[in-house]
C-alpha cells in the first residue's frame, strides 16, 4: 500500500515554471515506478510523465516532451514534476501515481493515486 499527497499546484502565467511534488508514505516507495497524470476540464484524465524505481527510465507524453522533468528522491520518499515553459493548455488537476513498474503505469493498471493538485495557467 502506497499513500500519496501532493503539492505546489497553483497558479502560474504562459510561459512560466512550476514544481509539483508527491511525497510518499510506506518504506517500499523505492520500488514502485512513479508517475504525474492530469485531467483538464472537460477531458479524460492523460498520462504525463513516468520514473521507474532506480530513475533509470523515464518517459514523456509528447505534449510535455521539453518542457517537463520527472525526478525522484528515494531518500526522502518524493517525486517531483518540473514544469517549464508553461502555456494555457496545462491547465489540469495533476495527480501523482505509483504502480510496481512504469508499464502498468503508462497504462493505468493497478495504480495508487493521490487526491490531485489543481494548476492554472494564465494566459
Known amino acids: 500500500q502506497v499513500q500519496l499527497v501532493e503539492s505546489g499546484g497553483g497558479l502560474g502565467q504562459a510561459g512560466g515554471s512550476l514544481r509539483l511534488s508527491c511525497a510518499a508514505s510506506g518504506r517500499t516507495f523505492s520500488s514502485y515506478a512513479m508517475g504525474w497524470f492530469r485531467q483538464g476540464p472537460g477531458k479524460e484524465r492523460e498520462f504525463v510523465a513516468a520514473?521507474?524505481?532506480?530513475?533509470?527510465?523515464?518517459y514523456y507524453a509528447d505534449s510535455v516532451k521539453g518542457r517537463f522533468t520527472i525526478s525522484r528522491d528515494n531518500a526522502k520518499n518524493t517525486v517531483y514534476l518540473q514544469m517549464n515553459s508553461l502555456k494555457p493548455e496545462d491547465t489540469a488537476v495533476y495527480y501523482c501515481?505509483?504502480?510496481?513498474?512504469?508499464?502498468?503505469?503508462?497504462?493505468?493498471?493497478?495504480?495508487?493515486w493521490g487526491q490531485g493538485t489543481q494548476v492554472t495557467v494564465s494566459s
Open positions: 501515481a505509483a504502480a510496481r513498474t512504469t508499464g502498468p503505469l503508462v497504462r493505468s493498471e493497478g495504480v495508487y
Open positions: 520514473i521507474s524505481w532506480s530513475g533509470g527510465s523515464i
